[in-house]
């Protein structure tokens, strides 16, 4: 075993120790050494890209004198920023490898993000969230009830304070 924790096997060509062949947990991935970095960097790339272009009819106006695309489009440009510095990090340095899609966490955590708007005006803002939080912290694999119910109303309270109170905005709160 190395000292990052990998096991590395080793298969002797005859019997000089001097002619072993190492087979690295890596091997086989020319192209990438960071995997997930890679992927990640090029999906936030095409979001950009795609922000971009839907963004193109907003006028985006001046520093003092802003437009409703400039918000928008300096995220834009901060997206694609750290979409290329992740494909560059996929690119120079070892990472994971790409691991196969978990279906129960995407369809939760897609799912929760549903479940909030279809009971955000029925249910109100504390009750809305508060499911969303709770459906999408199933997803974790070392789910345990008491921290995500804790998580899910610090969440929820904190929303309502920040957006109902602190920002005014109209929101029903409760059901």
């Not at 062949?21 to 090029?42: F, I, K, N, Q, S």
């Not at 750290?82 to 129960?104: N, Q, V, Y």
């Not at 997803?139 to 005014?168: M, Y």
């Given at each position: 075993?190395?000292?990052?924790g990998e096991h590395h096997h080793t298969d002797?060509?005859?019997?000089?120790?001097?002619?072993?062949?190492?087979?690295?947990?890596?091997?086989?991935?020319?192209?990438?050494?960071?995997?997930?970095?890679?992927?990640?960097?090029?999906?936030?790339?095409?979001?950009?890209?795609?922000?971009?272009?839907?963004?193109?009819?907003?006028?985006?106006?001046?520093?003092?004198?802003?437009?409703?695309?400039?918000?928008?489009?300096?995220?834009?440009?901060?997206?694609?920023?750290?979409?290329?510095?992740?494909?560059?990090?996929?690119?120079?340095?070892?990472?994971?490898?790409?691991?196969?899609?978990?279906?129960?966490?995407?369809?939760?955590?897609?799912?929760?993000?549903?479940?909030?708007?279809?009971?955000?005006?029925?249910?109100?803002?504390?009750?809305?969230s508060t499911l969303a939080v709770f459906v999408?912290?199933?997803?974790?694999?070392?789910?345990?009830?008491?921290?995500?119910?804790?998580?899910?109303?610090?969440?929820?309270?904190?929303?309502?304070?920040?957006?109902?109170?602190?920002?005014?905005?109209?929101?029903?709160?409760?059901?």
């Amino acid at each position: 075993m190395s000292k990052a924790g990998e096991h590395h096997h080793t298969d002797a060509v005859g019997s000089d120790s001097s002619l072993s062949v190492e087979h690295h947990p890596h091997a086989g991935r020319p192209w990438a050494r960071g995997e997930v970095d890679l992927v990640a960097g090029v999906f936030l790339l095409v979001f950009a890209g795609l922000a971009w272009w839907f963004g193109q009819p907003l006028k985006i106006g001046t520093a003092f004198r802003m437009g409703p695309g400039f918000v928008p489009m300096l995220l834009t440009w901060a997206l694609g920023a750290f979409g290329i510095g992740l494909i560059a990090m996929g690119l120079l340095h070892r990472g994971p490898a790409l691991e196969g899609w978990r279906l129960k966490p995407m369809v939760l955590v897609l799912g929760a993000m549903a479940l909030f708007g279809l009971t955000i005006e029925s249910l109100g803002l504390l009750v809305a969230s508060t499911l969303a939080v709770f459906v999408s912290g199933i997803a974790a694999p070392g789910f345990r009830l008491r921290e995500v119910l804790l998580l899910a109303s610090a969440l929820a309270v904190g929303s309502v304070l920040l957006f109902p109170v602190a920002l005014n905005l109209s929101l029903r709160i409760f059901p």
